[in-house]
Every structure is written in C-alpha cells, then in structure tokens.
C-alpha cells in the first residue's frame, strides 16, 4: 500500500525557515517523480515544486523560486522541502504527491494527508 | 504559464442529478496532459480522470472526462451523496504545473 507522510510544519515568524519531509512507502521510490502541491486556508491547490525520481531534475514555482529548495534521499525513500524567507503567503497545507507512472510529466495518484505551515508573528 | 478557468465556480445539484464542469485553459494543452481531481471537505485531493478522458484506478463510471485543445469537461452522470465536493482540474504538460481555481458541487 502505497503511503505517504508528511512532517515538520508548524508556526514560523515571517523571514524564518522550516524544513519539510515526506516519508514514503509501498512503492520503488526512486522511479518515481514527486511534487509539493499547497493549499492555503479556504483557497485552491497550488503547485510548488517536483523533483525527477533520481533528484537531477527540479522545477519550481516562480513565488518560491530561491527561497525553497527541494531534495530526495532515495537511501531513505524521504522527500525534504526545506523553505526559507518565508512569508505570511506560504501559509498553507503542504502536500507531498506521487506522480502516476514514474516521470515529470504525469498526474498525482496519491498524496500524503498534509502538514499545515502558519506564518505569522 | 497556462492559465486553467474552472465554471462555474459553485454548482448547486440534488443527488441523482448529472453535473457537468467545465475547465477553460488560456493556451492549447495536449489532451494527455490534463487531469481532473476530487476533493471532499478535510481530504487530500484525490485523481480521478487522467489525459483528459482516463479514468483513474478505483473511480466509478459515472465519472466521465471529454474535451481538447483549451476545453475540458468533467461530467457525473447521477450524483452519489459522497460526490458533493470541489472538484479541481490541472495540466501537467508545461511548467508551471497548473490547477484550476477549482468547482464546488454542493447539495442544493
């Protein structure tokens, strides 16, 4: 069965870091693409980032371009998203999400239950 | 950056009813590319249709997805109680990695 948990959210003060993970299981980890998909309170989803199965390739949005930077140890099956400068606009839940059939270009066929980052002073 | 405009923005239907959404794109996307999803209050979002018209593994018939080039739609045949949800539509052929603003179907 195919798994995914998140961890590490929390409340950060404005400019401060934080550093996600994503534990993973059920699946060959390493062939697969993820992504972190956001979703503010009461708002849509929004894609953040992805990274290739092997970590070479990353793409990210332009709102956390320089600001988070995106990792997989495939020795672990663990995905990090470690943020920072962040900004009372990162608030939101943050979910890891598989891709379907192991490549960049492909849908979300599961996603973890989240983990809520609240920036705030 | 394809800009993905999901109409309306609430349906209000009874169960039984056919509900048809619709996803507008702001460039082509290739019809392999675009998804739909499922989210009920609370959850994760869930896949549903895949390459437009794909249904994903698990998902009932009565889900059907159609359309292309910058038209897509989403269509329940007879809504089920556990089908009142928003519902989301995304491509995944170009970066950015896009969502719709998403449809929210509620009991009416």
């Known amino acids: 069965e195919v798994q995914l948990v998140e961890s590490g959210g929390g409340l950060v003060q404005p400019g401060g870091s934080l550093r996600l993970s994503c534990a993973a299981s059920?699946?060959?980890?390493?062939?697969?693409?993820m992504s972190w998909v956001r979703q503010a309170p009461g708002k849509g989803l929004e894609w953040v980032s992805i990274?290739?199965?092997?970590?070479?390739?990353?793409y990210y949005a332009d709102y956390v371009q320089g600001r988070f930077t995106f990792s997989r140890d495939n020795s672990k099956t663990t995905l990090y998203l470690q943020m920072n400068s962040l900004r009372a606009e990162d608030t939101a839940i943050y979910y890891c999400?598989?891709?379907?059939?192991?490549?960049?270009?492909?849908?979300?066929?599961?996603w973890g239950q989240g983990t809520l980052v609240t920036v705030s002073s | 950056e394809i800009v993905l405009t999901q109409s309306p923005g609430t349906l209000s239907l009874s169960p039984g009813d056919r509900a048809t959404l619709s996803c507008r794109a702001s460039?082509?996307?290739?019809?392999?590319?675009l998804a739909w999803y499922q989210q009920r209050g609370g959850q994760a979002p869930r896949l549903l249709i895949y390459?437009?018209?794909s249904r994903a593994t698990g998902i009932p018939d009565r889900f059907s997805g159609s359309g292309s080039g910058t038209d897509f739609t989403l269509t329940i045949s007879r809504l089920e109680p556990e089908d009142f949800a928003v519902y989301y539509c995304?491509?995944?052929?170009?970066?950015?990695?896009?969502f719709g603003q998403g449809t929210k179907v509620q009991i009416k």
């Open positions: 990274i290739s199965g092997s970590g070479v390739t990353i």
């Open positions: 999400a598989k891709g379907y059939r192991g490549g960049l270009w492909e849908p979300y066929d599961y």
């Open positions: 460039q082509t996307v290739s019809d392999i590319f």
């Open positions: 059920g699946f060959t980890f390493g062939s697969y693409a």
């Open positions: 390459g437009a018209s």
């Open positions: 995304q491509q995944y052929g170009s970066s950015p990695w896009t």
